[in-house]
């Protein structure tokens, strides 16, 4: 589904995806972190980036709008919520350095390395930034951090963000998520599982201070729910061998989809199948085929896991070196897999992540991103249309 795209600033497309989120009633610190996680998406060619800000179904934010009191939306130009945003922490190239605080999220310590958290409703992406720092902290103290959520029902975001932001901080980080159910196992013409997103990330050793993290993100869906509506936006059609009408039958048509497939088949079906294992009731969620009921779709789960490379360390030397020696092993083996010998569909080898990673480097350099013209069109009504609600002031 390749289509045009236009080059934009970066702190563009994030002032306006920032608005849009204050005039759904996100407060400052929850828009900042939400902004971000749209954005990685974004930049990195991921289907779950500010779409989701102007769309209805499944995991919009536009159908899930914040719970910060309407008196306290004052009326704002442009140029005030671009002050208030410059005075929140940025976690778009880097780490997050501070996170919202959460009202309504229920955390409990199981063990000195297992985290709960019911989010009772709470944005996910608030949930799982608490999730992340949860596990990170275990993983240095325990080698190993592990939280399950449950109670949430916005999207996500990306998973691979999270699995990043592990990396980052020097960690292997493992990220799955439940969701309500759009896809049909291998055999079945019936939509019974979710698209069920996993990610890991590994650091690497890094020289220049400017090494990504090694990340691998996937839907186990053969394409995302938000590719549909993204498809359909733009009017174009599927790919081959993605989705199936309502007799089963395959489609192209993103306005037929019944339900889509999972990637790989039978191998794509396990995967999806282990997500659902991990992020339903083991954390007090719910599997997406369980029913329709209103409460199904509001108790979405997810797991979260971080391993501290030295956590083996005491039966091979010491910690410290023998974190240093998986990474140094990771690296090389990363090393080596881009110089090998190129088959004949390819110029030079290439990594998972490679792409996503190369426009982020190029991103942060050069302060541009590329997007769909109709995606920066349909934002930029959607903040112009809040303003001219009585919402607010353009400049």
Known sequence: MDEAQVTVAVEQVRLLAYRRLRRLRYSPRVAALITDILLYAQIGGNSQGVLKLLRSGTGS???????????????????????????????????????????????????????????????????????????????????????????????????????????????????????????????????????????????????????????FDMSTSAITYWEVGAAAAAQQPLPPGVAIDRHGRATRDPAAVEALLTVAGWKGTGLSLLVEVLTGPLVGATCAST??????????????????????????????????QVIGGITALVQRIRSARPDDQHERPAMVGDRSAARRRNARRTGAMHMPPWLLHELQQAVDRDDDGGMGERE
């Open 61 to 215: 934010l536009a159908d899930t709008p914040g719970d910060e009191a309407d008196d306290q939306q004052e009326p704002r130009t442009a140029a005030a919520y671009r002050d208030e945003l410059a005075a929140l922490p940025c976690g778009l190239f880097e780490a997050p350095r501070q996170l919202p605080q959460s009202r309504k999220a229920r955390l409990t310590e199981c063990n000195p390395w297992t985290l709960h958290i019911d989010g009772r409703g709470e944005n996910a992406m608030v949930v799982m930034g608490l999730a992340t720092a949860g596990v990170l902290s275990r993983a240095r103290a325990h080698g190993i951090g592990l939280a399950g959520t449950c109670g949430t029902y916005t999207s996500t975001g990306a998973v691979g963000y999270y699995a990043r932001w592990i990396a980052q901080c020097g960690c292997i980080g493992l990220v799955c998520s439940g969701s309500s159910p759009h896809v049909a196992p291998a055999s079945c013409a019936e939509a019974l599982l979710g698209t069920n997103p996993l990610a890991w990330a590994a650091p690497l050793a890094d020289a220049d201070g400017a090494t990504e993290p090694l990340v």
């Open 291 to 324: 029913d329709d009921s209103e409460g199904v779709q509001r108790n979405w789960g997810n797991v979260v896991v971080a391993l501290d490379p030295g956590a083996f360390g005491a039966g091979l030397g010491s910690d410290d070196d023998h974190r240093r």
